[in-house]
């Protein structure tokens, strides 16, 4: 199932047309969920007040919009709703633990103009436990490639995996970026041979597993999120993993993923790695 979060918003429409493209593609039921958030406004779940009505119709319209809008442009996937009482990240964080994927606006209603990246999106971003997907609103000509972020650990695997089988469905061209700034002057040439073989030697196995997929490696002296967001300018899509962590213990966005999110051209994913758990949050 895929999951995607809806709050009438521009780029929560933008989510609601790529959620309904992945799970066409995908083969999966599509779930829109929308989050009643009562707090803001202090309203009385008895109904004694005029504005629960209203929050109540207003989640009902934004939903039915949604779904008339899956429905038209992926007429054959299967579409239900959740309308749900809670904060918009406690809501979209739990339905995530059901979902193969959640996918979200990049900034919401209550958004500031010129912030790419909303509080909601980057909250659930970092605590889901499936990939998270975070679409930029505007509309942009496909490009035909997937661009992955990999680094020289275990934990960039899942993030692989995922743009190894998003290329596969879109038949896109897949290219696989590994980026650093070496820390001492020294032969440059053989320092990115080396990255190579590192690079290589973690798309081995996906490499056999999606034989058909056009791959490219690229090694780059830059920053990470330097490297990715030139990167996403002739992107469809670039997938970022993160396996950062809160003080306190809480999945948090790595520097890397955040930063790709903030500053990327294009759609993002982000797919965390496992063992960073996220413990239950009150609400």
Same mark, same amino acid.
């Given at each position: 199932?895929? *999951? ?53 119709? &207003? ?7 949604? /779904? ?57 971003? =970092? ?9 930029? =609103? ?52 053989? /320092? ?6 590192? *690079? ?15 791959? &490219? ?22 997938? *970022? ?10 999945? /948090? ?5 955040? =930063? ?9 994913? /982000? ?13």
């Amino acid at each position: 199932m895929i *999951v995607v979060g809806v709050d009438g918003s521009m780029t929560a429409r933008a989510a609601v047309d790529w959620a309904a493209a992945d799970a066409f593609r995908a083969h999966l039921p599509l779930r829109i969920v929308h989050a009643v958030d009562r707090s803001p406004y202090q309203v009385d779940r008895s109904g004694g007040s005029g504005g629960a009505d209203t929050l109540v119709r &207003e989640g009902q319209r934004v939903l039915r919009e949604a /779904v008339a809008l899956a429905r038209e442009r992926q007429p054959s996937v299967e579409v239900t709703t959740r309308d749900l009482e809670g904060s918009p990240v406690a809501v979209l964080r739990e339905q995530a633990e059901r979902a193969g994927e959640i996918v979200l606006g990049s900034r919401g209603l209550g958004g500031f103009a010129g912030t790419l990246l909303g509080s909601v999106s980057a909250q659930v971003a =970092g605590q889901a436990r499936c990939p998270a997907v975070v679409v930029r =609103g505007e509309r942009r000509p496909r490009q035909g490639r997937i661009v992955a972020g990999v680094d020289d650990s275990p934990t960039s695997e899942p993030a692989l995996a995922y743009a190894f089988q998003q290329a596969d469905l879109r038949g896109s061209a897949l290219q696989v970026v590994h980026a650093f700034a070496p820390e001492i002057a020294r032969d440059l040439d053989e /320092v990115r041979a080396g990255r190579h073989r590192v *690079v290589q030697k973690r798309l081995r196995a996906f490499r056999e597993r999606y034989p058909h997929l056009e791959v &490219e490696e690229a090694v780059r002296f830059a920053h990470p999120v330097d490297a990715l967001t030139a990167a996403s300018a002739e992107a469809d899509l670039v997938v *970022v993993g993160s396996h950062g962590r809160g003080p306190f213990g809480a999945a /948090v966005l790595g520097s890397v993923s955040r =930063g790709v999110l903030h500053h990327a051209r294009c759609t993002v994913a /982000v797919v965390r790695a496992p063992g960073a758990d996220v413990p239950a949050q009150r609400t």
